[in-house]
């Protein structure tokens, strides 16, 4: 089965504890992302990485860190600077070919909640 | 700074009736757009992609169009059933080569009452 996996699916951090959540894919994809999700908000862009050893930050890149040392894996860190964590967590990975025809896939999610 | 706005934010219909969901965004030069679906506490499924040359895409019930001339996006679910019951997301790909960097709207939750 082609997809992405994200785990925990569920996560819980006491305050100034850093946690980590996974995201793996199988599509051979060259692009993965990390998004947050909060009620009556969408979904923002934290990070993305179009290659291994490279990524960008996105808009809400601040209390977070990524590191994508395999092409199939972009792991999360969330970090005790990160004010407000309590959220869902969205891992997706695209082609990067400049094709018009280009969809974005997403894992199932990590609901993080902070104690 | 590109916006995407999805009114209304929730829509109860009852069963068998033709939808529209509406999606606007106020900048033009986009390279693609994308309907997805989000049952509760899970991940994302796309449905349609249409690309910035496109006016629409249909896939079995569902039909999106595109007017990138006013900044519009509509998907039209036909023939609604319970299970089409979930929040209906839209997002715009920047025009920017390379990775897909999408700005996503809030979403439009529907529910379908049999």
């Known amino acids: 089965d082609g997809g992405i996996t994200q785990s925990p699916k569920y996560l819980f951090r006491k305050e100034g504890q850093n946690v980590t959540l996974s995201c793996e894919q199988n599509?051979?994809?060259?692009?993965m992302y990390w998004y947050r999700q909060d009620p009556g908000q969408g979904l923002r862009l934290i990070y993305y990485?179009?290659?291994?050893?490279?990524?960008q930050k996105g808009d809400i890149a601040e209390g977070y860190s990524v590191s994508r040392e395999k092409k199939e894996s972009f792991p999360l860190t969330v970090t005790s600077a990160q004010k407000n964590p309590t959220a869902f967590y969205l891992c997706?990975?695209?082609?990067?070919?400049?094709?018009?025809?280009?969809?974005?896939?997403f894992g199932p999610g990590t609901r993080l909640t902070v104690l | 700074k590109q916006e995407v706005t999805q009114i209304p934010a929730a829509l109860s219909v009852p069963e068998g009736e033709n939808l529209v969901l509406n999606c606007s965004f106020t900048?033009?030069?986009?390279?693609?757009l994308q309907w997805f679906r989000q049952d509760p506490g899970k991940g994302l499924t796309s449905l349609l992609l249409?690309?910035?040359?496109?006016r629409e895409q249909t896939s079995g019930r569902l039909n999106a169009s595109l007017d990138k001339s006013s900044g519009r996006s509509t998907l039209y679910i036909a023939a609604s059933q319970p299970g089409d019951s979930a929040t209906y997301l839209c997002?715009?790909?920047?025009?920017?080569?390379?990775?897909?960097?999408?700005?996503f709207g809030q979403g439009t939750r529907l529910t379908i009452n049999p």
């Open positions: 997002a715009v790909k920047r025009d920017v080569r390379g990775a897909q960097k999408l700005v």
């Open positions: 900048d033009s030069a986009i390279y693609n």
């Open positions: 997706a990975s695209s082609w990067v070919l400049d094709r018009s025809y280009n969809e974005q896939f």
């Open positions: 249409i690309q910035s040359s496109q």
């Open positions: 599509l051979n994809h060259d692009a």
């Open positions: 990485s179009q290659i291994v050893n490279d990524f």
